[in-house]
DNA sequence: AGTAGTTGTATTCATTTTCATATAAAAATG
DNA sequence: CATTTTTATATGAAAATGAATACAACTACT
């Protein structure tokens, strides 16, 4: 006889949004303890994989609305962390790339990132890690089309 | 030789967050068409399952921030949507309860949310899907503690 | 080229969220 | 039990967010 679920604990969107919670929650503490916002936080690792980024394109990692990342930007780059650049080729864009300094904050909270996601996934093996890691990668590819 | 991956594609905390927001984003969207906030549907899905909940107990569900859940639920109390009762065992705590009227309406999105969960997950067997939804439920156990 | 539709970003303003704190009740302590 | 600490909820001021919109630049079509 299979378990029985209550509706949120077989609800794929539940447990997406429980789980996204609980991994981030004690990182983005410690984030904050530090005097720097999970936003900043968000708009750094992003741009960490792939710099110059036009705001559009950055807006698809962050998954932010867009006047909120507009905004973001204007005040990130009045604080020198990144740079806004106009694209040459498409006079609308702008292309945003992160400032030395912006580098030093981003390699710290990498750094800091990777260690906690290694103590949220210290009891799965390496094998299981790549698992669960490879059935999300699939799901987002699924998704976006 | 083992593929390798950008920092955030390799990121548990953002494969989350990346396909809690995929996944969820659609059924969202539906949602406001429909008139209806996507917070008002997570605390009714919450409360559907495990009704005279004190607020405390729900917003460990919905996870939101204790203040921004006391003045939802007081503006759907208003709306007619739930019940708040005073809890006369702890004379601190209020316990909700859905109303009549909460009750059709998320018995309607439970409905639409579990087709649009169908859909999400077309092309996934029912192997696949319990493959899933188990290592998300064993996730969240794990960082509940 | 001229027009119509689309895309990229900024801005405004109303709403929502949150930090900090208040208050009252319960629990723990000595 | 009196006192301190913790817990549950509410509230007000300040900040963040987002829907709507504006505008400029690009694209597609005739």
Same mark, same amino acid.
């Given at each position: 006889? /299979?378990?029985? @679920? =209550? @509706?949120?604990?077989?609800?794929?969107? +539940?447990?997406?949004?429980? !789980? !996204? +919670?609980?991994?981030?929650?004690?990182?983005? $503490?410690?984030?904050?303890?530090?005097?720097? !916002? *999970?936003? +900043?936080?968000?708009? &750094?690792?992003?741009?960490?994989?792939?710099?110059?980024?036009?705001?559009?394109?950055?807006?698809?990692?962050?998954? @932010?609305?867009? /006047?909120?990342? !507009?905004?973001?930007?204007?005040?990130?780059?009045?604080?020198?962390?990144?740079?806004?650049?106009?694209?040459?080729?498409?006079?609308?864009?702008?292309?945003?790339?992160? =400032? /030395?300094?912006?580098?030093?904050? *981003?390699?710290? &909270?990498?750094?800091?990132?990777?260690? $906690?996601?290694?103590?949220? &996934?210290?009891?799965?093996?390496?094998?299981?890690?790549?698992?669960?890691?490879?059935?999300?990668?699939?799901? *987002?590819? $699924?998704?976006?089309?």
């Amino acid at each position: 006889m /299979p378990k029985s @679920f =209550s @509706f949120i604990d077989d609800y794929l969107a +539940y447990l997406l949004a429980r !789980s !996204s +919670y609980l991994v981030s929650e004690q990182f983005h $503490h410690q984030i904050q303890i530090q005097g720097w !916002s *999970v936003n +900043y936080w968000r708009i &750094l690792a992003s741009l960490s994989d792939e710099d110059g980024l036009t705001l559009t394109q950055l807006n698809q990692r962050v998954l @932010f609305k867009q /006047p909120t990342l !507009s905004k973001l930007i204007v005040k990130m780059e009045q604080e020198k962390l990144l740079i806004r650049h106009k694209d040459e080729t498409d006079k609308r864009a702008i292309k945003i790339t992160i =400032s /030395p300094q912006g580098r030093t904050l *981003v390699a710290d &909270l990498l750094a800091q990132a990777k260690a $906690h996601e290694n103590t949220v &996934l210290a009891d799965y093996s390496q094998k299981q890690q790549q698992l669960l890691k490879g059935m999300l990668r699939r799901l *987002v590819l $699924h998704l976006q089309e």
